[in-house]
C-alpha cells in the first residue's frame, strides 16, 4: 500500500513538473493579462507535433523542443492579432486558432492522427543516459527545464517591458495612459503563453513517446486546476512566488488525479472525472471562490 | 504667450443616427496659454469629462480639431498623446496598477512617453528618487516602496497618481474630478498638493471639478461649459475676484437661464 503510494508520488511529480509549464502558460493569460485564451488546446498538441517531428527527422532534442515553444509563440501571435488589431473578443480569438491549429498540427503530422517516438532520442533519454532512472530522468529534466521558464520569466517581469505588461493586464487604462503599447504587450503575453503550452506539450509527448493529435483536449482544465490549487493552498503571494508555486499546483492536481484513477476510473471516463476534480477543487476550500477569485485581482 | 492647447470647434455626438443620438460637445471653442491652470465646471451633462476624454483621446474626435503645442492631435491614440499629456482619474483605482507596488508604478510613470526596454524596470538610483518625490507627499509612504499599491488608500493612491502624473514633466496635465471619490479632508490634501505640483513645475493643468468652491479657489482661469458649448471663461482679476453668487449672476446673465443643479450647487 505504502510503496504504491510512493509509486504514486513520484510518478505525479514527473507529470506535474512537466504540466506546470502549461499551468505557468495559462497563468500568463487567464491572471496576468486577465485573458481568457483557449488557443491553449492547439498549442500543446501542436508543441508535440513539432517536437515529435523534428526528433524523427534527427534533430537534437533540446533544438526540437525549442522550436515546439517557438511554434506555440506564433499560435499565440495569430490569436494576440486576432484580438488586438482585428477586436475579436479574446475568447472567440481563441476558439478560432484553437480550431485552425487542428488542420495545421495535422499537416505537421503529415496528416497522421499519432506518431511514434518509439526508439528516438528524446530529452528524457538524454537524463537516462546520465544513469537516472526513467522517471527520475523525467523529474531531473522537467525541474531543469521548469527553473529554466520559471527564471526567465521573474527575471522579464522585472522589466520594463515586463512591468508594462503586468500593468496592462491590470489597468488598460491606466497602462495607455501612461504610455504602454497595450495592444503590443497583449500579443506579447498570448507569444511567450503559448510557447510555454506547446513546451509543456512538447515534453509530455517525448515522455509519453508519441505525438497525438487530439492530445489538447481538457489541456486547458489541467492548467486551470493547477493555478487554482496554487491559490488556494497559499493565498496571496508576489508573482515570483507564485509562479513557483504553479509547479506545486500542478503536481498535486496530478496527485488527486492519480488517486482517483486507483478508483478503477475507466479510461473513457478520464476526462470526466479531471473535470469533476476541478469543480471539487473549486468549491472546497471556499464557497465564495468567485469573489475571491476576482479579489486577488482587485483588492489582495 | 505660447499656445499649448488649441481646442478648434469641438463636436462630439453620442450614439448618431439613432433615436437616443445626445449632441454632448457642440463646437467648443478653447485656448489654453502656458502656464494656464484651468478649472472646468458645469452641470451634469455639460460635457466637461467628455472635454476631458477627448483631450486625452480616449473618445476619438468627430468633428473639430486638438491642437498641442501647434501639432493637429485629434487622430492619435491614448498612448501617443501619452508623451506629452498625463491624466489623473476621478475613481483613485484607475490611476494606478493595484497589483504593482509603489515603486513598480513609480517606475511606469517615469517611462511615460520613452521607450521601454529588457532594462531593470525598477534601479537603485529610481529607488532613491522615488523616495525624495514620495517623501513631500507627507504621506510616509517613502518607506512604502515595496507595498502593492492596492494596499494604500484612495487619497494615498490618488497623491501617488499625481505624482506619477508628473515625474515626468508633462505639457498638459488633465485632472478629471480627482478628488471627487475622496472624503472631505483628504480631498483637501490632495487639492493642496495639486497646486503645489502645478506651481512648482509650471505646469498647464486642465481641472473639471463639480465643486464650484475648488473651481473658483484653485486656478488661474475658470471656464463653464454649459450644454456642449463654453459659457463662461474668466481669467485673471475677474477670476480671482469670483464668489459663488456672483458666478451664478453671471452665468444667468450669459444663458439666460437660473443655473439650476442642486448638487453642483450643495458641494
Known amino acids: ?300 | 504667450m505660447p499656445k499649448v492647447l488649441q481646442i478648434k470647434n469641438l463636436h462630439q455626438t453620442f450614439g448618431r443616427g439613432t433615436v437616443n443620438e445626445n449632441p454632448v460637445l457642440r463646437g467648443v471653442n478653447l485656448e489654453l496659454n502656458a502656464g494656464d491652470f484651468v478649472t472646468i465646471i458645469g452641470s451634469n451633462g455639460a460635457g466637461k469629462s467628455t472635454l476631458l476624454n477627448s483631450i486625452a483621446g480616449t473618445i476619438p474626435v468627430q468633428k473639430g480639431q486638438i491642437i498641442l503645442n501647434d501639432i493637429d492631435i485629434s487622430k492619435l491614440t491614448v498612448t501617443k498623446r501619452s508623451k506629452n499629456i498625463s491624466r489623473v482619474f476621478q475613481d483613485p483605482k484607475m490611476g494606478t496598477a493595484v497589483r504593482l507596488t509603489v515603486e513598480e508604478n513609480l517606475a511606469l510613470a517615469m517611462k511615460r512617453g520613452k521607450r521601454r526596454g529588457f532594462h531593470n524596470g525598477v534601479n537603485k538610483r529610481d529607488r532613491e528618487f522615488f523616495k525624495t518625490q514620495l517623501a513631500q507627499l507627507n504621506l510616509n509612504l517613502e518607506n512604502r516602496l515595496g507595498t502593492e499599491i492596492g494596499l494604500l488608500s484612495g487619497g494615498q493612491r490618488q497623491a501617488i497618481t499625481l505624482l506619477m502624473a508628473t515625474l515626468q514633466r508633462p505639457d498638459l496635465i488633465l485632472l478629471d474630478e480627482h478628488t471627487a471619490a475622496l472624503d472631505p479632508k483628504t480631498s483637501i490634501t490632495v487639492m493642496e498638493l495639486t497646486k503645489k505640483l502645478i506651481s512648482e513645475q509650471k505646469l498647464t493643468a486642465f481641472m473639471v471639478t463639480h465643486n464650484m468652491e475648488d473651481a473658483i479657489h484653485y486656478g488661474n482661469r475658470l471656464v463653464m461649459l454649459h450644454q456642449g458649448r463654453v459659457a463662461l471663461d474668466l481669467v485673471g482679476p475677474e477670476k480671482q475676484s469670483l464668489t459663488v453668487s456672483k458666478l451664478m449672476d453671471l452665468f444667468q446673465k450669459q444663458v439666460g437661464s437660473k443655473l439650476e443643479d442642486d448638487a453642483m450647487l450643495l458641494r
Open chain 1, 1 to 300: 500500500m505504502l510503496n504504491t503510494f510512493w509509486d504514486l508520488f513520484l510518478s505525479s511529480t514527473s507529470q506535474g513538473l512537466l504540466w506546470s509549464l502549461m499551468a505557468v502558460g495559462v497563468y500568463l493569460t487567464f491572471r496576468i493579462l486577465d485573458l481568457a485564451d483557449m488557443t491553449a488546446e492547439g498549442s500543446f498538441p501542436l508543441g508535440g507535433a513539432i517536437a515529435t517531428m523534428c526528433l524523427i527527422n534527427g534533430i537534437n532534442p533540446i533544438l526540437a523542443t525549442i522550436t515546439a515553444f517557438a511554434g506555440g509563440m506564433i499560435a499565440g501571435f495569430v490569436t494576440g492579432f486576432l484580438n488586438t488589431k482585428l477586436k475579436i473578443p479574446s475568447l472567440l480569438a481563441g476558439i478560432i486558432t484553437m480550431t485552425g491549429l487542428y488542420s495545421i498540427t495535422s499537416r505537421v503530422m503529415n496528416n497522421a492522427a499519432n506518431v511514434s517516438l518509439l526508439g528516438k532520442k528524446t530529452l528524457f533519454t538524454i537524463a537516462q543516459n546520465w544513469g537516472l532512472s526513467r522517471n527520475n530522468a523525467v523529474i531531473v529534466m522537467g525541474l531543469i527545464i521548469a527553473l529554466i521558464i520559471i527564471s526567465l520569466l521573474i527575471i522579464f517581469f522585472k522589466t520594463e517591458i515586463g512591468l508594462a505588461m503586468r500593468a496592462t493586464g491590470d489597468n488598460p487604462e491606466m497602462s495607455a495612459a501612461n504610455g504602454i503599447k497595450t495592444q503590443r504587450m497583449k500579443i506579447l503575453g498570448y507569444m511567450i503563453s503559448n510557447g510555454c503550452i506547446a513546451l509543456s506539450g512538447a515534453l509530455l509527448a517525448q515522455n509519453n513517446g508519441f505525438a497525438d493529435l487530439n492530445s489538447g483536449v481538457g489541456t486547458i482544465v489541467i492548467g486551470l486546476a493547477s493555478i487554482i490549487i496554487a491559490e488556494v493552498i497559499l493565498h496571496h503571494l508576489p508573482l515570483g512566488k507564485r509562479l513557483i508555486t504553479l509547479v506545486l499546483g500542478a503536481i498535486i492536481y496530478r496527485f488527486i488525479l492519480a488517486l482517483v484513477f486507483q478508483m478503477n476510473v475507466e479510461p473513457s471516463d478520464a476526462k470526466l472525472a479531471s473535470a469533476l476534480v476541478l469543480v471539487i477543487c473549486l468549491i472546497l476550500p471556499n464557497f465564495h471562490l468567485p469573489r475571491n477569485l476576482k479579489g486577488e485581482k482587485k483588492n489582495a
